[in-house]
């Protein structure tokens, strides 16, 4: 993002902790506390922590459902971002929609084709994972075209969630194990 749309969500947000990698510029973040997740000192400490859920006693307050789970940053009508909450709740309901319309399974290979700061990959990582099916992760960053059409069949992709642009840049290829196509994020042609 531009440093001026990360500064704006960085002040409205007003976050206590910044989770980073190490190099990424996170700007300004106001007094929050910036932990670098690759860090060999964060690496040793996290290594240290129990593998247990974390019980209710060991927080501030008792996770309820209707508590947010995230905020992600909308374009915005007016063109200034806004922030979303979205309740463990909400993700609980969404997750248990998708998997049951789309029929995902253990068997099921989702791709993960949207970027992470766009809410349709919370679809994607939420009905893959819960469902128990693999969640395939392409190691680049525009998928379009021969590429994301040898990518959906090379590794046996079964549901997807594909922009119209994008889709309509697949030529013809064989797709054997696909099973289930959603397409959104932007106006979608008869053709």
Known sequence: YPAERMAFMVADAAPVVV?????????????????????????????????????????????RV?????VIYTSGSTGRPKGVVVTHHGIAHLTASEIDRFDVDATSRVLQFSSPSFDASVLEVCMSLLAGSAL??????VL????????????RITHALISPMAL??????????????????????AD
């Open 168 to 189: 309509a840049s697949v030529p013809p290829v064989e797709l054997p194990d696909f099973r289930s196509l959603v397409v959104g994020g932007e106006a979608t042609g």
């Open 136 to 141: 395939v992760v392409p190691t680049t960053d």
């Open 66 to 70: 209707e508590h947010p789970a995230y």
């Open 144 to 155: 379009a075209g021969e590429e994301l059409g040898s990518l959906l069949a090379e590794a």
């Open 19 to 63: 989770l980073t990698s190490d190099g990424v510029d996170v700007g300004d973040v106001g007094g929050a506390d910036v932990v670098v997740l690759d860090e060999p000192a964060v690496i040793r400490q996290v290594a240290k922590q129990p593998a247990t859920d974390v019980a209710d006693g060991e927080r501030g307050v008792p996770l």
